[in-house]
């Protein structure tokens, strides 16, 4: 049986995270009440979206609403882990009020 | 053995305190500050040598009044595998760790 190397497509999850973040929340004002669910939405949703691909990877996927206020904002992040297998890509969205911030991070399962 | 990263918390407030600790938020050096966090957050999991693959995230946002928040979800084996988040704030900004660890 031939092996198959996988590494992570990273525009696929991108699309995949877009599509996620617009139909969640695309075209909304932010709303402290909301926001708490909002964000849990757009993670599970992605999570479940990039889960069906069934490819053999683990999967976190991390998401943060902030307000539009003039505050700056920072993230970053460190792997270790098999660069030739395993990836992340992050979707940066924002409309008029908020700005959203999805990462995803792929390990490749062990065969 | 996931147990072992309650330890990763102390790791990780150690490493925030020791990049930004007694700072002002300064729009100018934010970038390498949380590059700062996360590497040696890195770092010093890493040196201890467990049998984990690692992934460090540090978010950085300026108090003035508003609102953040912040979720993750994760497929992965609920037996070897877990994470840890802390939160630490001084008076200009707050910063947010996150340690998540697979099991290889």
New interface residues.
Partial sequence: MEFQSVSFNSDEASNCVKECIESIIGGLDYNQNKVNQWTASIVEHSLTQLVKQGKPYKYIVNSAIMQKSGAGLHTANSCYWDTTTDGSCTVRWENRTMYCVVSVFAVAVGL | DISALSGDAGVANISVDAAIGGST?Q?SR??Q???S???N??GQ??KLGKPF?????????????????????????NTT?G?CTVRWENKSMYCIV?V?G?A?
Avoid: P, R
């Fill in positions: 938020y729009h934010v970038n500050w949380s590059s966090v996360v590497e957050c890195l999991l890493t693959k690692y992934i460090v995230t540090c978010i950085i946002m300026q108090k003035n009044g508003a609102g953040l928040q912040t979720a993750t979800s994760c497929f992965w084996d595998d994470s996150s998540f697979l290889i």
